[in-house]
């Protein structure tokens, strides 16, 4: 055997890994995270670890170490008992404790130290969800490596369109891309408040590239593929603290490191792309993979509810609840995508309406309605309650006449008898509020009150940290030595007469997301922490103007417009300039079709809603003084995208019911005008074929006897169609009747 210089070699396929970051070091989930950290927590009733390590074993990871400091021993014990642990798992999963880090920099720098990452590897936080298989990813980063020697880290976006529930609203990033090779030439990120006008980068960015991408419609999904020069970086530079903001931005802006970063884009062109072996399809240059999916990462409770309406309108698809990664709760799906576990009880007259999970052993009283939320295992909801947009964790108890609206409680959170908890509050576990209380928004609700040690710096402070030389957390009950012995220490005037737990005082250190935020005036820093939060719009923020140049009296008065609207108003707003862009730029009904999917995907818009809205806005482009010719031009320009939002008979009664909405409330209109448009209006959806004859005669039969709420001179206008409809009808069913009669004569004869 020839063992001399000309042996072949051969080279073994190295094994991949990861290292998942636990702690984000900062205290936007405060205080749902006193207990456990942020991981564990769950989305859509599983720890949001689950999903981040099924997507690593689904990309092919061997080894994944998961950095901790926050709670590492009851993330330590998760582990143990989880499906990782077992001998048949084909992933090895790792726990190690980074007790003296205070940034994500000091967590790499320990990796680093540890030796335990030598080859490329997978980068990503704890609470990433996506559906992806990352491998062939992989493979086109080690091969774009060796193409590009100083190549170290390959980034993965997700584009979102402007509006869109998971498109962070509390900062505002513009990306600079090469779109021949996908190669990050610039980032520029700052916080959404105060508002920045201008974004400086270096001339060089668009003077030494043929094209360069300014992209501010991507979002970071927290997951990278990096070489190990990544975490070397981070121990030679102590400067480097987060990852964006320091290493990525000063990766970018070195001239003497001389590294380069790609991004993979996803749901939009993306240069790295390969085959179903991740095998190069270009004979030169950059690999090139063509690769879509989802990716998404909860960086906050705005983002948390985001990711979760997601999963549960499969958007994440197979990854949705009657799919759940590991061996968690089995649910049924439902339409309105309703996802129920076997043994919840619904009383008679409880509503469970759309977009729902409902946890084992759950219950729903009678008049209690449930939308758009979350409910844990053994939660109970009281008589004539409503959860609405809103996460319960397990065993909540929630009274009579209760209101929750678009928040998140905690384990045995307590619930009492007439209570209203308004949008984008956070109640910590075993807290009890009530009876006869409003919780205002944004209010956050600890069981335990934090104390922090004089003097120690609050933007240190990671998320949920349980070092003892930081701080010290406060039991609810008295003790000898509590100086308020004696005293009802419980804030009652928030949390009711019969409450338990305190106002999560400190307001403005979760709020900045970065130790060296360069905003820090306590106004700054609430309206961040509320665009951090579920429930928030950018009406929260009231955008105050930065220094910079650029500003104009006119974009301020759009601001304060802007910023006093609410959801809703946003939405129609949106539609209005959708329908008027479609008709001004003479779109297709295929392109205003793609567009207004996009809006109601953004706003999460039910059918129905969608339905009222594109109908309205197309009726108000008729020409009135063009009636006829011009409601005929309209309608069968929009037909085709009406009627995608009819289904059944029930959608075309409700069609005919915003046509008559519309004939009788449209300001500006005469009496004549209103009869005259409204059978034009029926008869021309009857001629589409959008609105059947039978739905039509129905609507006029159920309108007559509905005379205090429907326009009774436009029920009878409408007379002579439906005359003519039953008419047409009793004509079928004749030639039908001497059809048989023929066919029956035909028989005998035979």
Not at 223 to 248: K, Q
Not at 489 to 499: C, L, P
Not at 606 to 628: F, K, N, P, S
């Amino acid at each position: 055997m020839d063992t001399g210089s000309g042996s072949t070699k051969v080279e073994e396929k190295e094994e991949l890994k990861a290292v998942v970051l636990a702690d984000t070091f900062d205290e936007l989930f405060q205080p749902m995270t006193q207990n456990r950290p942020r991981s564990l927590l769950p989305l859509c009733n599983v720890p949001m670890i689950e999903y981040t390590l099924e997507m690593l074993a689904l990309s092919g990871v061997v080894e994944a170490f998961i950095m901790c400091k926050a709670h590492a021993d009851k993330l330590t014990a998760y582990i143990k008992q989880s499906q990782w642990a077992r001998g048949h798992a084909q992933m090895k999963v790792f726990v190690r404790t980074v007790r003296h880090a205070t940034t994500i920099g000091d967590a790499l720098r320990a990796v680093d130290e540890s030796s335990a990452i030598m080859t490329d590897f997978i980068l990503c936080t704890g609470i990433v969800v996506s559906n992806m298989n990352l491998s062939k990813i992989v493979a086109a980063h080690v091969a774009n490596k060796k193409r590009d020697g100083n190549h170290i880290m390959t980034m993965l976006l997700q584009e979102t369109t402007p509006g869109h529930r998971r498109q962070v609203k509390s900062d505002e990033s513009v990306y600079f891309i090469d779109p021949s090779s996908s190669r990050l030439l610039a980032l520029n990120s700052h916080a959404a408040v105060p508002r920045v006008r201008t974004t400086v980068i270096q001339p060089e960015v668009i003077t030494a590239h043929a094209e360069v991408e300014v992209r501010a419609d991507l979002t970071d999904t927290c997951v990278a593929i990096c070489t190990p020069d990544v975490l070397a970086l981070f121990t030679e530079n102590f400067d480097y603290h987060i990852m964006r903001r320091d290493f990525i931005h000063g990766i970018l802006e070195s001239d003497i490191l001389g590294k380069t970063i790609y991004a993979h884009v996803l749901g939009g062109s993306s240069s790295i792309t390969g085959d179903a072996d991740g095998e190069l399809l270009a004979g030169e240059g950059l690999a090139f993979v063509s690769h879509s999916g989802y990716a998404a990462c909860v960086t906050d409770t705005a983002a948390y509810d985001a990711i979760s309406r997601d999963l549960i309108g499969r958007w994440a698809y197979p990854l949705c609840p009657d799919n759940n990664p590991g061996s968690y709760e089995a649910y049924s799906y439902s339409r309105g995508a309703v996802y129920k576990a076997s043994s919840v009880r619904l009383d008679r007259e409880s509503r469970v309406e759309h977009h729902v999970i409902l946890g084992a052993d759950s219950r729903v009283a009678g008049q209690a309605s449930i939308a758009d939320s979350v409910l844990g295992a053994r939660c109970s909801i009281g008589e004539n309650s409503a959860v609405r947009g809103s996460h319960l964790f397990g065993d909540v108890r929630v009274g009579r006449n209760a209101v929750i609206e678009g928040s998140v409680l905690g384990e045995r959170v307590t619930v009492l008898d007439n209570v209203v908890i308004e949008r984008g509050c956070l109640i910590g576990d075993d807290v009890t509020v009530g009876p006869n209380v409003r919780v205002s928004a944004f209010t956050r609700i600890a069981r335990r009150r934090m104390r922090r040690k004089i003097g120690s710096p609050e933007s240190m402070h990671d998320d949920d940290s349980d070092d003892d030389e930081e701080n010290t957390w406060a039991d609810a009950e008295r003790t000898e030595s509590d100086p308020l012995d004696g005293l009802d220490q419980f804030d009652r005037q928030a949390v009711g007469a019969e409450g338990v737990g305190y106002v999560w005082g400190n307001a403005t250190a979760d709020a900045g997301s970065d130790a060296d935020s360069e905003y820090s005036d306590d106004d700054t820093d609430q309206r961040l922490r509320h665009l951090h939060t579920l429930g928030s719009t950018m009406a929260d923020a009231a955008y105050p103007e930065s220094d910079g140049e650029g500003s104009a009296d006119e974009d301020d008065d759009e601001d304060n417009e802007l910023a006093h609207l609410s959801p809703q108003e946003e939405f129609e707003r949106e539609l209005y300039l959708t329908i008027k862009r479609a008709c001004d730029d003479n779109l297709s009904a295929s392109k205003a079709s793609l567009e207004l999917k996009s809006l109601r995907m953004s706003y999460n818009k039910e059918q129905d809603e969608m339905r009222a809205g594109v109908v309205q806005e197309v009726l108000r482009t008729i020409d009135m003084d063009a009636l006829a010719d011009s409601a005929s031009r309209t309608l069968r320009r929009w037909g085709p995208v009406i009627a995608e939002y009819i289904g059944d008979g029930r959608d075309q009664l409700d069609l005919v019911d915003i046509l008559e909405r519309h004939c009788a409330l449209e300001h500006g209109l005469v009496d004549a005008t209103r009869t005259r448009l409204f059978v034009r209006l029926v008869y021309l959806m009857y001629q589409l074929d959008i609105v059947e004859d039978v739905a039509i005669i129905a609507w006029h039969n159920r309108a007559q006897k509905r005379a205090g709420e429907v326009n009774q001179e436009l029920v009878r206008a409408l007379e002579p169609v439906v005359d003519g409809l039953n008419e047409s009808d009793d004509e079928s069913d004749e030639d039908s009747g001497s059809d048989d009669e023929t066919d029956d004569g035909s028989d005998e004869s035979e």
